[in-house]
């Protein structure tokens, strides 16, 4: 990765050639919106004859505690690109990185947006349920874990797996954070998945799941009142 700063605005990019796109950033021809709310956008777009997936996480710019925790850790287009390239070291497959833009004001990041390769197969359902937790199953082998091991988390291309939107990083939890992502993947379809569900790493793993899910609708009925 390589850095590029000017004044409270900081690029993170792969090739220079990519600096490009920032030129003509207001002119770019939008092909394509696949999302556009108040969580985010994500279109796609051709740079030199390459297509190129152009993401704005709205929500995660203009949150409060967001905008604090950036102080520290950057914004979410920058640790976007971090991720990818876990994900290429560990020789797993995901979206090649291809630039991240943060600007910052009085420390606070206040915008942000991140650019990446476009994957053209499908995005994961049940049918591609057995490739994907194979998949899992090499993350963990790894020594890693996704971070988000839902169905639509993964694209499914010619066979290839390719790990999107996770918060990949180290497995430090062992056994108990791979029983963990498997229930969350199971959690994500309508089918059962052939794992280890007798042991304590299971038990310890269903029930904080259990727990989170009563905090969120604790949190909510809270919410609403």
Known sequence: ?????????????????????????????????????????????????????????????????????????????????????????????????????????????????????????????????KVIKNELDKIHRSGYLHGDSQLVNFIIDNKHVYIIDSKFSKNKYGKFGARYEYIYLEESCPGDIDYEKNDIYYRGAKGLNNFLHWWGRVRKKLKGK
């Not at 967001?66 to 990818?84: D, K, P, T």
């Open 1 to 129: 990765m390589k850095t590029k700063k000017n004044n409270d605005i900081t690029i993170y990019y792969k090739d220079e050639k990519y600096l490009k796109i920032l030129d003509n950033l207001e002119k770019l021809k939008i092909e394509k919106v696949f999302k556009d709310d108040n969580r985010s956008k994500v279109s796609l777009f051709t740079f030199e004859g390459e297509k190129l997936v152009f993401k704005v996480p709205r929500e995660k710019n203009s949150r409060k505690w967001q905008r604090f925790l950036s102080i520290f850790r950057g914004a979410e287009s920058y640790r976007e690109f971090i991720q990818a390239e876990k994900i290429h070291k560990a020789g797993l497959l995901t979206y090649k990185p291809i630039l991240a833009f943060e600007k910052r004001k009085y420390g606070f990041v206040v915008d942000s947006y991140f650019i990446c390769g476009y994957l053209s197969g499908e995005t994961g359902s049940i049918k591609h349920l």
